[in-house]
């Protein structure tokens, strides 16, 4: 009787460690949830994830992925920052810096996959390096918007030339998708009070962000998924701060997004009010 009890221990070990450990799918198939990363480090200290290593399972996350469509919610049309009201339990999530080969192709995927819309706020050298997959976010139907051309501290530099990088990075933004570029967010969130205003005067909505998940720091994806939740959990609603240019935050991204909609949070989608005005002009 030992013997089997042992032996059913066995087993069922073996298949909890299989389910922690799969790796998720090219094609952004639910394979992990969200999980505190101190409990991943506590199992195994001295082995260091991977920059795409799963986030494994946790009870509040499990046999709630039946219905992703659940976690889309409504669309935002704004014109300015002061139009971006969210409800408690909402969220925008936000990609900086791509596009980006492979990565940003695997975020497209698992958005899809849960029938939800970001905004990528593209770099314009990315976006003219690799066209083909910045029309591939806005043939997925995402909300485009800029990041400056070469991703500048615009507050090093002088007035005229932050001017010049952010309609540098506009304007490669729009050529390559055939899209307005009607949000804008400052590189490393460096802005001026005088920039700001320009950016306004001139049709674009200022980003600004409330949850930073702090993705490009060099840490797991499940640290990215526990640092995301627990400010979010502290503010309750906001802009998410993410980037398609890290394998973690591909990694995470399913754990993210089923945890969001296990504790009740809804995506919103953004859509500037002028956008067809502003492209029609911007071809002119």
Request: proline share 4%; with cysteine.
């Amino acid at each position: 009787m030992f013997v089997r009890v042992l032996c059913v221990a066995a087993a069922a070990a073996c298949l909890l460690s299989s389910c922690a450990g799969r790796s998720q799918t090219e094609s952004g198939s639910l394979a992990t949830s969200f999980a505190p990363a101190k409990a991943i480090s506590s199992a195994n200290p001295a082995r260091k994830a991977d920059a795409d290593s799963p986030v494994a399972l946790t009870p509040v996350a499990w046999g709630r992925f039946n219905n992703p469509g659940s976690l889309s919610g409504r669309t935002l049309t704004v014109s300015s920052l002061s139009d971006i009201k969210l409800a408690n339990k909402e969220v925008v999530l936000t990609f900086d810096d791509g596009p980006m080969p492979k990565k940003t192709e695997k975020i497209l995927s698992i958005l899809d996959e849960y029938n939800v819309k970001a905004t990528f706020l593209m770099v314009g050298q990315m976006a003219k390096a690799h066209p083909e997959i910045a029309r591939k976010v806005v043939d997925a139907g995402h909300t485009i918007g800029s990041h400056t051309y070469r991703h500048a501290d615009l507050q090093h530099l002088s007035f005229d030339a932050a001017i010049a990088e952010i309609e540098k990075g506009r304007d490669a933004v729009i050529s390559v998708t055939h899209e307005d570029a009607g949000f804008f967010r400052f590189p490393y969130l460096a802005d001026t009070g005088r920039l700001r205003q320009w950016v306004a005067s001139n049709g674009m909505v200022v980003l600004d962000v409330q949850i930073d998940s702090k993705d490009y720091f060099g840490v797991s994806p499940a640290a990215v998924a526990t640092r995301t939740m627990n400010s979010l959990r502290a503010n309750g609603k906001g802009i998410i701060l993410l980037h398609d240019i890290h394998a973690r935050t591909a990694a995470m991204l399913p754990a993210l997004l089923t945890q969001l909609q296990a504790e009740g949070y809804k995506v919103v989608r953004l859509r500037h009010s002028n956008s067809s005005m502003m492209l029609a002009s911007l071809f002119d």
